[in-house]
Antibody, heavy 117, light 107 residues
Framework: EVQLVESGGGLVQPGRSLRLSCAASGFTFSTYDMHWVRQAIGKGLEWVSGIGTAGDPYYPGSVKGRFTISRENAKNSVYLQMNSLRPGDTAVYYC???????????WGQGTLVTVSS | DIQMTQSPSSLSASVGDRVTITCRASQSISSYLNWFQQKPGKAPKLLIYATSSLQSGVPSRFSGSGSGTDFTLTISSLQPEDFATYYCQQSYSTPPTFGQGTKVEIK
């Protein structure tokens, strides 16, 4: 059974950093691209980063230069290092398995990040 | 970035109704269009990928169509478990972008 379990969320002050983790199981992790998608409370979905099987990262302009995605295939894990956090980064962050251009077929339960003083 | 616009933003329907949700892209995305369903407090679920391919385990009452800039998600006979928010997403170019969502509520 495919499982994705996020951790690392919490309350953080503006300008500080946080690192999210996603532990994967039930599939050959190294053969899939992985993504982070966030959702502010009561709002829509926003893709915030992706990483290919070769470790190639991708970001939207809203987080480029502040967020860094990485993966550790030996630990079946993907990470999101978030620096210079802003109140607008407050959201539930989901880890998702990518299937090329065919969307994301498995999602974690999400971890809440709250950026506030 | 490619903008995705869904309509309507919300709708009320009854069990058994045929429901259609529209998604328009700001430029052509070929057939690189996916649909997700999200229920309150839950992660999104992939319903349809590449415009019209049904994800494994998704009931056949869900269908998708379109190409270029205009796409539709149709639920042929709405069931109680279908009341949720639906999002389209383009995967034609980076960054992949989502529509704002369509909330399907009980009439």
């Amino acid at each position: 059974e495919v499982q994705l379990v996020e951790s690392g969320g919490g309350l953080v002050q503006p300008g500080r950093s946080l690192r999210l983790s996603c532990a994967a199981s039930g599939f050959t992790f190294s053969t899939y691209d992985m993504h982070w998608v966030r959702q502010a409370i009561g709002k829509g979905l926003e893709w915030v980063s992706g990483i290919g099987t070769a470790g190639d990262p991708y970001y939207p302009g809203s987080v480029k230069g502040r967020f860094t995605i990485s993966r550790e295939n030996a630990k079946n894990s993907v990470y999101l290092q978030m620096n210079s956090l802003r109140p607008g980064d407050t959201a539930v962050y989901y880890c998702a398995r990518g299937v090329g251009r065919n969307g994301y077929d498995y999602w974690g339960q999400g971890t809440l990040v709250t950026v506030s003083s | 970035d490619i903008q995705m616009t869904q309509s309507p933003s919300s709708l009320s329907a009854s069990v058994g109704d045929r429901v259609t949700i529209t998604c328009r892209a700001s430029q052509s995305i070929s057939s690189y269009l996916n649909w997700f369903q999200q229920k309150p407090g839950k992660a999104p679920k992939l319903l349809i990928y590449a415009t019209s391919s049904l994800q494994s385990g998704v009931p056949s009452r869900f269908s998708g169509s379109g190409s270029g800039t205009d796409f539709t998600l149709t639920i042929s006979s709405l069931q109680p478990e279908d009341f949720a928010t639906y999002y389209c997403q383009q995967s034609y170019s980076t960054p992949p972008t989502f529509g704002q969502g369509t909330k399907v509520e009980i009439k």
